[in-house]
């Protein structure tokens, strides 16, 4: 048990000093802030929540030291918070006057050959595996599973996100539709409920919890100390296309959105392709997607009707950053030395030559793809995507997601949805996650999906629309760095109205918990659709008391907005 202290007080309070210069420099670092129980990955959200320390924090080691504070807590009716890899946009992982679970220190891996969850012995085959302690961020999940092991396990984009977060939101990486999200990949885990006993839940034992813990929501019921993964064949390739094509009038760019759409259904709308492209509001559409299991030959060849139809109209399109099509050993993907070797802009990150695969990777070609730990004694593979280096410290001012419909590809309203995005993009730039709806994927990958407490709409959706906007870092009361309220609100305001473009089109779907709104309104129905009222049972049977709290969880309406006092 340590106390923990607040990082940013600092700031505050002698912000001319070399140790508050230096902590402006780390907050741009997603390791610094993770090795610190005082702080978040997301610093706070406009009229929302500013992140705050726990009083105290059990740095667990194993599941006997989580059952220790979980018994502690639930004896002295204390308020408990658990905190991974610390990525929460909604804030769940902090809470002031606080006993914080902090999982860091536990990222244990081990694989196995052949895996069989407990008590499944004679209904389950034997299967690669392995098994994560809850603090593991991804980054070490794909160093032991893909760079030492060869082969690929189904997490998250972002190397800091922490594995008991994303799995317990669902959880999807670039390749989820080959490989579906991580939880429909999850085969066992071992977790503390309230009563302080130490479980095992699979499909034989405990399932209704592992049901619960496939999607279910973080920090609601119970803490996990480790999780068990199904492995993969890794594909030969990874690889991505990246490029930006302007439009010269609203009109060319309305029919650049129709032809992208039409294009999109015949030619990516598969298991090969996945990440994002941006309609944003300057008529420029950002194509930053993500292929596995293509050479670049193959890659180039898919995308070449697309960029011959932009081509044959020179006046209505140019092309603002070219195009970037190609592949790389899929093994190699998060080798941080394979990568300071073949790329050595990764070390010096001031030269200019022309790289960049990947969606994380090419947000901006002409930059260095990693940012790299440069604190002294940092381990060596501390990197992160540059495309996620704008989110560490970032104070949120709006943030909306949405399911499309695969209906929506259909011939007879291709044009309706190119209308959608159009209207949506006058207000903001709408980014569509294509490896965040399953239509598309193959049928082990949705029937694993199925099987999960995530909403279902997420298996007919093509995508995942994402809306969002912040800065940072940003922390209030902190001279320079205040984060801009009214600004905030005006983004705020544009992302609503952006969505409202959409959801004319799609309906109430749903959204993605981990990446929505804060005041998302019915969330109950829009995270977990017609799984709500199971998991409403299951949180009743393992935690009756309400001893897991956290915003907009299951449960969560029986407390006050702060999870101290039941209503
Ligand atoms: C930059 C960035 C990139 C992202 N990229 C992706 C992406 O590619 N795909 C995707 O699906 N999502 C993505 N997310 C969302 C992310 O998956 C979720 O925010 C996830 O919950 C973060 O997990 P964490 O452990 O890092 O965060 P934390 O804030 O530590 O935890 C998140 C929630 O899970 C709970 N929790 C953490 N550990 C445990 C545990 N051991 N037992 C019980 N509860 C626990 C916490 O209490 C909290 O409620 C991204 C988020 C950010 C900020």
Redesign the pocket.
Same mark, same amino acid.
């Given at each position: 048990m340590i106390p923990v202290d607040f990082p940013l007080s600092i700031l505050k309070a002698d912000p001319n000093s070399a140790a508050a210069k230096r902590l402006s420099k780390d907050l741009r670092n997603?390791f610094y802030i993770g090795d610190r129980p005082g702080l978040?990955?997301?610093l706070g959200w406009v009229d929302a929540w500013a992140t705050q320390p726990s009083v105290y924090a059990v740095a667990a080691r194993n599941a006997q030291d989580?059952a220790a504070a979980v018994n502690f807590a639930r004896d002295n009716n204390l308020r408990l918070? %658990?905190? #991974? #890899?610390?990525?929460? !946009?909604?804030g769940?992982?902090?809470a002031p006057n606080s006993l914080l679970?902090w999982?860091r220190h536990?990222h244990d891996i081990a694989t196995h050959d052949g895996f069989v969850p407990q008590g499944c012995e004679h209904s389950m085959q034997p299967q690669p595996a392995v098994t994560l302690g809850?603090?593991t961020?991804w980054m070490q999940a794909y160093q032991a599973v893909s760079t030492k092991g060869g082969k690929y396990v189904q997490g998250?984009?972002?190397t800091?996100? *922490?594995?008991? &977060?994303?799995i317990?939101? &669902?959880?999807?990486?670039?390749h989820s539709k080959r490989y579906g999200?991580?939880a429909g990949s999850l085969l066992e885990s071992e977790?503390v409920t309230a009563d302080g006993r130490i479980r095992v839940a699979n499909a034989c034992t405990n399932p209704d919890l592992f049901w619960a813990l496939k999607g279910g *929501? *973080? &920090?609601?019921? *119970?803490? %996990?100390?480790k999780m068990t993964l199904r492995l993969h064949d890794l594909p030969e390739f990874f690889g991505g296309a990246n490029f930006i094509i302007k439009a010269a009038s609203d009109d060319a760019y309305r029919r650049l959105l129709r032809e992208f759409v039409n294009f999109y259904r015949e030619h990516l709308f598969n298991d090969h392709w996945g990440e994002q492209a941006h309609v944003n509001p300057d008529n420029a559409l950002e194509i930053s997607m993500v292929h596995q299991g293509l050479s670049t030959e193959q890659a180039k060849q898919v995308w070449q009707p697309f960029l011959d139809w932009v081509g044959r109209s020179p006046r209505a399109y140019s092309l603002e950053k070219r195009p970037v099509i190609g592949s790389l050993p899929a093994q190699r993907m998060w080798d941080v030395q394979w990568w300071k070797d073949h790329w050595p802009e990764v070390a010096f990150p001031n030269t200019n030559r022309l790289i960049g695969l990947f969606d994380h990777v090419l947000a901006h070609v002409l930059q260095p793809i990693f940012e790299i730990d440069d604190r002294p004694g940092a381990g060596p593979n501390n990197a992160w995507w540059k495309g996620?280096a704008g989110?560490?410290g970032?104070f949120i001012w709006g943030y909306e997601s949405l399911w499309l419909p695969e209906s929506l590809l259909e011939s007879d309203s291709q044009q309706r949805l190119a209308d959608a995005l159009f209207a949506s993009s006058r207000y903001s730039s709408v980014g569509l996650h294509f490896n965040?709806g399953l239509a598309g994927a193959p049928p082990d990958a949705i029937t694993a999906a199925r099987d999960t407490a995530m909403n279902p709409a997420v298996l007919n959706a093509f995508a995942l629309a994402i809306v969002a906007d912040g800065q940072g870092p940003a922390y209030p009361g902190i001279p320079g760095q205040e984060p801009s309220v009214a600004e905030g609100r005006k983004a705020a305001g544009r992302i609503d109205k952006c969505i409202d473009q959409l959801r004319a089109v799609t309906g109430q779907t749903g959204a !993605?918990v981990?990446?929505s709104n804060y005041f998302e309104k019915g969330w109950q129905q829009a995270y977990w659709g017609s799984n709500y009222p199971r998991l409403a049972e299951i949180k009743k049977k393992y935690d009756p008391d309400g001893l897991?709290f956290?915003h907009n &969880?299951v449960g969560s309406e029986q407390w006050s907005a702060d999870g101290f006092t039941k209503l």
């Open positions: 997603p978040t990955q997301t989580v918070v %658990v905190k #991974g #890899g610390g990525h929460s !946009y909604q769940t992982s902090n679970i999982t536990m809850a603090g961020i998250g984009g972002c800091t996100v *922490g594995v008991a &977060g994303l317990q939101s &669902g959880g999807f990486g670039s999200t991580a977790v *929501g *973080g &920090g609601t019921f *119970g803490v %996990v100390s996620d989110q560490v970032w965040k !993605y981990s990446e897991f956290v &969880g």
